[in-house]
């Protein structure tokens, strides 16, 4: 009897009608029982206002903040993103301190500029924000198109396809961190160094990424005879 | 940059004193930064919090580059000026110096404080202020350099069983002569008290100008630690017939107390006494001559890591300086370097400011101001550190 309704509830479970399927899977590793613990507010504006009575967060402990969600004014997606891109073995103190030693000399760089412009038009032209430089940077680096995979007749195809706008910036970040990787490999320069003299070109439409973007570039455009092959079935 | 972990560690040690000012002060008023005046001497306690610009000119033979911290030559580079803030402990160190003459013994001052409020900077300044008042500079950089570097070393042939380090003494000899420039032809008068066997070979006459120990050690590194040897004596008794007046700087001073990683011939570490150069040092701290004083900063750097926030040692100078080093200074005044205060924290604010060097639109709104302040708990490292990026 136990096990029909066992089956039963298998059955129930696995039934594509419902609208949400019921997962009885556990996750692998937490230290907080799913039951038990809510997301905590890092947003400072929402922090002041009250819950509400039904709000479980009345009732439930609030898990600890992770260390990249400390609300500071600071703060910015795209560099974040670019830290946890650049995590080696989970030392993220180290990434963070490398991408931000690499924030500090643009700044310097872009102040040290300002500061030698000797016009107030030319002074305004020249952008301070270490923070602004980079999502540029990043955003230059973003490629168009995307290759991806087909294998049509046996044969595997390079086939471009539309990027989608955020995995256009992961293979921005991802191309940026290699080259960087590359140029500071066996310590001919350091990481942060070469991040930062990327990233000043990358601004200018210059540099090793840009390159690597506009060498990408080509290679879809020499695929476009494998376009179609996008939306034959296989 | 480390600044998340720090700062929170930071945040933890900031006093509530701090929190309560934090309704009453008033974000967009730009202060007056700037001293009355550019004289260190002439600063008073009305410009405390106040920064005062320096001469390149002093800062080039004062070796600037080399004494002070990679993220202060930075600064200088980006900014292109040198403006340093008068602060309560530089105030009361030159206060302290004000009172050396001849008739007083020498003075023993000890600076000592957290990580990041000041210390080296401290002192470098007091450098600063008996260089533009003509007295004549002694500064050690940092004595963990010999004590736990890596440098050749020989074995003393002046008394058995001492370690020379010879690179350690020429690189002090040469910096001294640097810094002394404009007092070089004042030095060269003082005369020699005795004739010097350095070797078989190298002499210096009694009544020889004391520049040519100087020179003599600057030139011959195998023997520059007995050249040093000799001019702490010179000095001392020259300062005491008021011929100058002598300031003594050591950074790290502490260190000459402790270990070493020195190894000698049996494998074992030499302790710091060993070391020569650390013996010379120590006479300075001796209260036998006068017309001078020696001001020396005690660092946990010896112990720990300085930058180990999960070790919380203690900053005062009995548990730094060991008793045997406490012996050794006492009697010493010693001189507090304190996190900012709310005038301090918000003039070098203003400065950056000022200068643009705070670029973002919200680090230079009044809610990014107070972040600022108070992410970097008030400490003056990591407030420079948090404005690097921001």
């Known amino acids: 009897m136990r096990l029909r309704s066992l089956v039963t509830l298998g059955r129930m479970i696995a039934a594509p009608s419902s609208a949400r399927a019921l997962s009885v899977s556990q996750p692998l590793r937490t230290v907080y029982d799913p039951k038990a613990f809510e997301e905590p507010i890092t947003d400072k504006k929402l922090l002041i206002q009250p819950l509400e009575e039904s709000d479980p967060r009345n009732f439930l402990l609030i898990k600890a903040m992770q260390s990249d969600d400390t609300p500071v004014f600071y703060r910015d997606r795209v560099v974040d993103k670019f830290v946890n891109l650049c995590l080696q073995r989970g030392y993220k103190e180290i990434a963070r301190t490398m991408v931000y030693e690499a924030l500090e000399t643009i700044k310097r760089h872009q102040y040290k500029a300002w500061r030698k412009a000797p016009t107030a038009a030319e002074k305004s032209a020249i952008e301070l924000n270490p923070f602004v430089v980079f999502s540029q940077s990043i955003k230059n680096c973003q490629p168009m198109m995307k290759l991806i995979k087909l294998t049509r007749g046996g044969i595997v195809y390079q086939v471009p396809a539309p990027v989608a706008p955020s995995q256009a910036e992961f293979m921005a970040m991802k191309s940026l961190r290699d080259i960087c990787r590359e140029k500071a490999h066996k310590g001919r320069t350091s990481f942060e160094t070469a991040l930062a003299g990327e990233i000043l070109s990358a601004y200018k439409n210059e540099g090793a990424t840009i390159q690597a973007k506009q060498e990408f570039h080509k290679q879809c455009e020499a695929n476009r005879a494998f376009a179609h092959y996008r939306t034959m079935a296989s | ?390």
């Open chain 2, 1 to 390: 940059m480390n600044a998340a972990r720090r700062s929170t560690a930071l945040l933890i040690g900031a006093s509530r004193t701090r929190f309560a000012s934090l309704r009453t002060c008033s974000t967009q008023t730009l202060r007056t930064y700037r001293a009355s005046t550019n004289d260190p001497g002439d600063l008073a306690i009305s410009d405390v919090g106040k920064f005062y610009e320096v001469a390149p000119e002093a800062l080039d033979h004062l070796q600037f580059k080399r004494n002070l911290t990679k993220e202060q030559r930075k600064q200088y580079d980006t900014l292109g000026e040198y403006l340093w803030m008068c602060r309560r402990p530089y105030l009361e160190a030159v206060n302290c110096l004000q009172a050396v003459r001849p008739s007083f013994p020498s003075l023993n001052v000890v600076l000592w404080g957290k990580f990041g409020t000041g210390k080296s900077m401290t002192l470098f300044q007091l450098t600063h202020y008996a260089y533009s008042q003509g007295w004549v500079v002694l500064h050690v950089h940092n004595v963990l350099k010999w004590t736990r570097g890596r440098d050749e070393i020989a074995m003393s042939a002046y008394k058995p069983g001492r370690i020379d380090t010879p690179i350690a003494a020429q690189a002090l000899l040469s910096e001294f002569k640097s810094m002394n420039t404009p007092n070089w032809s004042k030095l060269s008068e003082c005369k020699t008290e005795r004739a010097y066997e350095w070797s078989k070979v190298e002499t210096t006459a009694k009544g020889s100008p004391i520049t040519d120990i100087v020179d003599m050690g600057i030139t011959t590194p195998h023997l520059a630690t007995d050249c040093f040897g000799a001019l702490v004596e010179e000095l001392k008794r020259h300062a005491s017939d008021s011929k100058f007046k002598l300031l003594v700087t050591i950074d790290h001073g502490n260190s000459i107390f402790h270990s070493t990683k020195v190894k000698r011939a049996d494998a074992t570490y030499a302790p710091a006494m060993d070391l020569s150069i650390n013996q010379q040092l120590v006479k300075f701290a001796h209260n036998d001559w006068s017309n001078g004083a020696c001001v020396l900063v005690v660092d946990k750097k010896e112990f720990y890591p300085s930058h180990d926030l999960l070790v919380v040692p203690v900053d005062t100078p009995l548990e730094l300086l060991g008793e045997k080093g406490f012996e050794v200074l006492d009697p010493f005044i010693p001189i507090e370097t304190t996190l900012y205060s709310m005038d301090e924290a918000e003039a070098a604010y203003s400065y950056y400011y000022d200068k643009r060097w705070i670029t973002s639109d919200k680090g230079r709104s009044s809610d990014g101001k107070k972040e600022l302040l108070y992410i970097s708990a008030f400490n003056p490292y990591m407030f420079e550190r948090m404005c690097a990026i921001v």
